[in-house]
């Protein structure tokens, strides 16, 4: 795929959905498109799950599975703990082969999932801490080169609209708590617009 159409595809997810896992999802499924890769996942550092590292969300090729069709853990270990810091530590996307001798605390899970190479770059959420966007392909190995720029471009796009999104859920749901505190209370309350001095809501104590 080219990379302005790539892009716009991107670009037209972002402002298209109306949830993080709707965005998540589509722009799992695109890069599966863009890079013809073939399995693509999003990665939660920060919520480990005792031993395992949380794969918040995939999309794979059919003879290709995942931890989801599987139910395979990822292990939080050694390999995978020096895997985590060293992305999270880049501000570019970091490439993994599988006979790099560097990472080779990383290829007993790399093996598992038949992963020839990745390609990963963490995703920063403004206020939040950062995820990991990643694609794997594992039907012959590939090397990334001039491919890096496109992914990281896309990375800091998804980055910004997972984070606008998260923003918006966390107000709307600061307004509905507040929306039931003032219904529920015990005491009149009333909202007054400064600029036509009428009356906006009232809780029903104030009907009263």
């Not at 972002?14 to 399995?39: G, H, K, N, Y």
């Not at 060293?86 to 996307?93: D, G, R, T």
Request: proline letters at 5%; aromatic letters at 6%; hydrophobic letters at 45%.
């Amino acid at each position: 795929m080219e990379v302005f159409d790539a892009m716009d595809r991107i670009g037209a997810i972002i402002a298209q959905s109306s949830t993080s896992d709707e965005l998540l999802s589509e722009v799992l499924l695109a890069l599966l498109d863009i890079f013809a890769c073939d399995r693509a996942w999003i990665l939660d550092p920060g919520s480990p799950q005792g031993e395992h590292i949380t794969v918040h969300m995939e999309r794979t090729r059919p003879d290709y599975p995942g931890v989801f069709a599987t139910q395979a853990k990822v292990p939080s270990n050694p390999g995978v703990q020096a895997f985590v810091v060293e992305v999270l530590a880049s501000s570019k996307p970091v490439e993994f082969q599988t006979d790099d001798s560097a990472t080779e605390g990383l290829h007993a899970v790399q093996r598992h999932f038949s992963v020839q190479s990745q390609m990963v770059m963490k995703l920063e959420l403004k206020g939040q801490a950062p995820w990991i966007l990643g694609i794997h392909h594992c039907a012959k190995q590939v090397h990334y080169k001039g491919a890096t720029r496109l992914f990281g471009t896309i990375a800091h796009l998804v980055g910004h609209g997972l984070a606008a999104l998260i923003a918006t859920s966390d107000l709307r749901e600061s307004e509905e708590r507040f929306r039931t505190l003032v219904e529920r209370a015990p005491e009149a309350i009333v909202i007054l617009d400064c600029e036509t001095q009428r009356f906006a809501d009232a809780n029903p104590n104030a009907e009263a």
